[in-house]
């Protein structure tokens, strides 16, 4: 598994490339770049949804809370799994696009915050507007592609990262709405 997850790896990494994915794939990764978004769904959710945009953004902010705990905390320390771009074995050959952080690789903390953020606002909206779950996953699962594009994490990292924040998503949108009454969403 871990042979295929490698050569999945450099596949996604040296060749599956081109010059401009090479530039926004980078910023496509970048927490900075997607702030106007951010801003957006939160001014969004508090000017249509008032007081309850308001526990929707709060409902969004623990959910990015347990994920990016979860991920960071607890996975990361436990596998304890080098990113590509620190493992000596390989990192050679390791096309990195952005600095390669000290931190542990499995799982992608990108892809678990993001899978968190876009299930749960499918699960939220996505009933009615079915669009909705498309948007997510796509924005979701470039933001973890580009993970592996970059050369700091492996497939698995983003796969399983991205498994562990839809969990933690459906968990708390079935929560949200049982505690707070978004009916009319």
């Known amino acids: 598994m871990i042979d295929l997850d490698i050569e999945l790896f450099f596949k996604i990494n040296r060749v599956w490339t081109h010059p401009l994915l090479d530039v926004l794939l980078p910023l496509f990764r970048n927490k900075v770049f997607w702030a106007p978004l951010y801003l957006f769904l939160v001014s969004f959710f508090l000017l249509n949804f008032k007081r309850k945009g308001l526990w929707i953004v709060l409902c969004i902010l623990v959910t990015v809370g347990i994920t990016d705990f979860s ?29 390669c952080g000290p931190g542990k690789s499995f799982t992608s903390s990108h892809a678990t915050n993001h899978f968190g953020i876009a299930i749960f606002l499918a699960f939220l909206f996505g009933k009615k507007r079915r669009w909705i779950w498309t948007l997510a996953i796509f924005w979701a699962g470039i933001i973890s592609y580009a993970q592996v594009y970059v050369g700091v994490h492996y497939p ?14 459906i968990f708390m949108a079935k929560f949200c709405r049982k505690y707070i009454d978004l009916s009319f969403v």
Do not use: Q, W, Y
Request: aromatic fraction near 4%; glycine fraction near 10%.
């Open 71 to 99: 991920s960071s905390k607890l996975f990361k320390p436990l596998v304890k799994r080098e990113r590509p771009c620190n493992n000596e074995h390989i990192n050679a050959s390791v096309r990195t696009l952005i600095r």
């Open 156 to 169: 698995l990292d983003v796969i399983c990262g991205g498994m562990l924040g839809a969990f933690i998503g």
